[in-house]
Structures are given as structure tokens and as C-alpha cells.
């Protein structure tokens, strides 16, 4: 299912339900590591790959893992394997999630480099130095971390960068640690909260003080819990995208409206019409969006992963938009692509200059990552004619059943068989 083909121009009507958040399941699994014997059981959870690649990483690592429709329970044995099999993280970065919880309750992790990706340089110095000040020794051997510790120390650390990953990390390894430890201009996502949230299932007091400052309460031993993964932000946004940029009339149900108001608010200003209700967004038909400018930042700012789908929008909008990417410094690959579907996008440095177009044309383009894949989705769903996207394996480590959901919704969808690459 590695190509998707869309017959563009059909205005998007009906409803769709947002699935669990692929940034908070990530994380609120691997939390289950902090146990020594019993279960944590976790609600909402996507079928998604990101999502088997992370139960594949706790299975290799002695969990038993089962799911049951959105259920999925983790069930950890008192004692399991610390090294994290290279494969695994290599799949995907967010393996390196394991490396503080399995540092706090066993004394040591080894956890392959993650090592770059499409969307930029992305290092965990960070995670490493929170984790050094907390008593761990680190040494890096051939391109492995291999961290050790008799049992962490609660400190104050203070993150260079809000971090959302080394915030999580940090948070986890705090959880076993002796005494208490203040993180310190920490990442503020609604992810955070909810991997607070599971945290305190399992029976660690925790404080966030909203303004990125967050206190764990170290303890000896964590408990089985029970908790539900938030609404997915993003994939929420993509359709409302979609919907805006068909013309269509569609209702997205099961989101938060206010982890979105980044994205309602430069709807608004660039002129889309939608309706907010307790957990749902309505949009509603206009004529033409208008030109808005934006910079991606840490949250509550503009999300860098709803960056690649937003300046798709605004390839359509009239009057020039200027998008700066300020997380990541190469996420721009999918710009050209959109250029080959008749978008007028220019790339200066880390910002993007967008001269609106009044129409984008069908053509067969490639996702060069997860985000862009959706970017160049909305376009096709709006363009003339027929979109052929390769390479939906990006896709599929995100959004759930998209084909299906875009169905549901009147467009015209279709997967076939591709050469993965
Ligand atoms: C998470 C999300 C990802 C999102 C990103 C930013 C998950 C599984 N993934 O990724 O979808 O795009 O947040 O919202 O939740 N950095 C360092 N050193 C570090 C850690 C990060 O320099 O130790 C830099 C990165 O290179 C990047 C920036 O900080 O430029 C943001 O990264 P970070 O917030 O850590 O993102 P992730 O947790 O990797």
C-alpha cells in the first residue's frame, strides 16, 4: 500500500473522528518500563507503525504486549533486557523514548545513536546531559549509548531548549530517582500533560506549573495504572485542512480546540469560516484563503508538524505567505513537489516564500516524510485531475486508516502496491 492515488477537486462533506495522538502513545508506552512486574493499560491507543515499531522495541525488550481494538496492555515482568536493538531505533527516533526509564529502574540502557533523518539534524544531547546531571555516567562506543547509574539523583536541570523528547525522557527517569527533581524551560506540549498524566497512575506525584516547569516526586517502586492517550493535534488539523482547502463542509470530532489554536487562529486571520464546539471543529465553505505569514515554534506556537500541511493551504491562498521554519532546519523537501503540482514555493534559508496559485494540478509526486506526505495529500485532494503519491510508508507512521477516513469524507482514494524504498 505503498501508493496512494486521489482523484482531486471533490469538496470533502461529513465527519471524521480524530484518532489517539501518535506524540503522546509513543511515550506514555515506554513509561510502562518503569515497572517492576504488572500491568499498564492504555486506552485510544493508534494503529499506526510508529506504534508496533514501539511495541516491537518493548517486546524485544521482555514486555508482553497485547492490543485489544484501542486497548493496548503492557505487561512487565520484574526483569527485562536493557539494551535497545538497533533496528528498532534506527526505525524510528522515538526509541530513544526507552533510554531514561530503562536507565532509572535497572541502573544501566544501552540505546544505539538514533542518528539524522530527512527533517533535519536531530540530536539528544540533550536527554544525555539531564540524564548526566542526575548521576548517570555516559559513555558513547561505536556509536552507542551506554549509560549506567547505581540510582538516579532528583536535581534541577534546566533544558537549553524546550525539548519535547528530552522533557519526556527526563520526566520518566525522574519518576525512579531518589528525591525530587525540577525540570526547568521544559517543552509545554499537550503530550507532556498526558504523559504526566500516566505518570501519576502509576503513583508519582507530579506538578507542572504550565509555564515550563515541571516537579517529579521520585519514588521506590512504580505502580500498574490505567490511562487514555489525548486526541492527535495533528492529524485533527489535517483535516480541518482538508476541508478548508477542498471547500468542503466537514465536522472533526474528538479533538481539544484549544491544543489547536495555533492553527484556528491563522485560519482565521488568513479568512477560513468554522465553528468551535466542545470537541469538535466545523469548517465551512469560503471562496479563496488570503496570504498569512507564520513562524513554527515549541507549543502553544505554530507546530513544525503541521508545517509542511499548512504551507499547502496557503500554496492556494492569494497574495504571497511567508512560512519560517524555526524547530527543524530541513523541512522544506516537500516543497518541490508542490512545485511540480503547478504551487509557486520558493525556499530562502529556513523560510519558505509561497506566491498563492489560483489551482494546483494532479501529478505524481513522492512523500519524502511523514508530514509531507499529508502536505502533498491535501494538495491532491484540491488539485485538478489525478495525484499519484509514493512512498505512503511515511504516511502510515501517522495517520490511521487515511484512506479509509478520506473516503468516509467523499473523496476519491485509492491504494495500491509500490516498491518500498
Ligand atoms: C517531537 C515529536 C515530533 C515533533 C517535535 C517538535 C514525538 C515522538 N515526536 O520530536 O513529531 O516534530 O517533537 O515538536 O513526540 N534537539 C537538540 N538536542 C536534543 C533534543 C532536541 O538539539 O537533545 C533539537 C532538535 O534537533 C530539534 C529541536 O530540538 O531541532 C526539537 O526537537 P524535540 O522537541 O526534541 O523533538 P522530538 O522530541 O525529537
Not at 254 to 264: E, G, M, N, W, Y
Not at 393 to 400: M, N
Request: hydrophobic share 45%; with cysteine.
Amino acid at each position: 500500500m505503498n501508493v496512494m492515488r486521489i482523484q482531486g477537486g471533490i469538496p470533502l462533506r461529513g465527519t471524521v473522528r480524530t484518532q489517539g495522538a501518535k506524540n503522546a502513545a509513543l511515550p506514555v508506552m515506554a513509561a510502562c518500563l518503569l515497572l517492576k512486574g504488572g500491568t499498564l493499560a492504555l486506552d485510544n491507543v493508534p494503529d499506526l507503525c510508529d506504534v508496533s515499531t514501539m511495541m516491537e522495541l518493548l517486546g524485544a525488550l521482555g514486555v508482553e504486549v497485547s492490543r485489544e481494538e484501542d486497548r493496548v496492555l503492557l505487561n512487565v515482568p520484574e526483569d527485562i533486557a536493557w539494551e535497545a536493538p538497533e533496528h528498532l531505533v534506527r526505525k524510528m527516533r522515538a526509541s530513544s523514548l526507552a533510554l531514561g526509564p530503562l536507565l532509572a529502574r535497572g541502573g544501566r540502557a544501552a540505546l544505539p545513536l538514533p542518528g539524522g533523518c530527512s527533517i533535519g539534524s536531530r540530536p539528544i544531547d540533550l536527554h544525555l546531559k539531564g540524564l548526566v546531571q542526575m548521576g548517570a555516567k555516559i559513555e558513547i562506543r561505536n556509536g552507542v549509548v551506554h549509560a549506567a547509574a547505581d540510582r538516579l539523583r532528583g536535581r534541577r536541570i534546566y533544558l537549553d531548549f524546550p525539548s519535547v523528547g528530552a522533557t519526556e525522557n527526563l520526566m520518566m527517569a525522574a519518576a525512579l530517582a531518589r528525591g525530587e527533581t525540577i525540570i526547568e524551560n521544559t517543552a509545554r506540549e499537550p503530550e507532556i500533560e498526558n504523559l504526566a498524566a500516566v505518570l501519576r497512575t502509576m503513583g508519582v506525584p507530579i506538578e507542572m506549573e504550565g509555564t515550563g516547569c515541571v516537579r517529579i516526586k521520585g519514588v521506590d517502586e512504580a505502580q500498574p495504572g490505567r490511562e487514555r492517550v489525548i486526541p492527535d493535534r495533528i492529524e485533527a488539523c489535517t483535516y480541518i485542512l482538508a476541508g478548508v482547502m477542498t471547500g468542503g463542509e466537514i465536522t472533526v470530532c474528538d479533538v481539544v480546540p484549544a491544543h489547536i489554536d495555533a492553527l484556528l487562529a491563522k485560519l482565521e486571520e488568513a479568512g477560513a469560516r468554522f465553528s468551535v464546539r466542545k470537541g469538535e471543529v466545523t469548517v465551512f465553505p469560503v471562496e479563496r484563503l488570503q496570504s498569512v505569514s507564520l513562524k513554527t515554534m515549541p507549543y502553544p506556537g505554530f507546530p513544525t508538524d503541521l508545517q509542511p500541511q499548512m504551507t499547502a493551504a496557503l500554496a492556494l491562498a492569494g497574495g504571497v505567505s511567508m512560512v519560517e521554519e524555526s524547530v527543524f532546519q530541513a523541512r522544506f523537501l516537500y516543497a518541490e513537489e508542490l512545485n511540480r503540482m503547478g504551487a509557486d514555493i520558493r525556499i530562502k534559508g529556513d523560510t519558505a516564500i509561497i506566491n498563492g496559485v489560483r489551482r494546483l494540478d494532479g501529478a505524481s509526486v513522492r512523500a519524502t516524510d511523514l508530514r509531507a506526505g499529508a502536505a502533498l495529500i491535501l494538495a491532491g485532494l484540491s488539485a485538478s485531475g489525478e495525484t499519484r503519491i509514493e512512498d505512503m510508508v511515511h504516511v502510515w507512521r501517522g495517520y490511521e486508516a487515511i484512506d479509509r477516513k478520506l473516503r468516509g469524507l467523499g473523496a476519491s482514494v485509492s491504494l495500491e502496491e509500490g516498491a518500498e524504498r
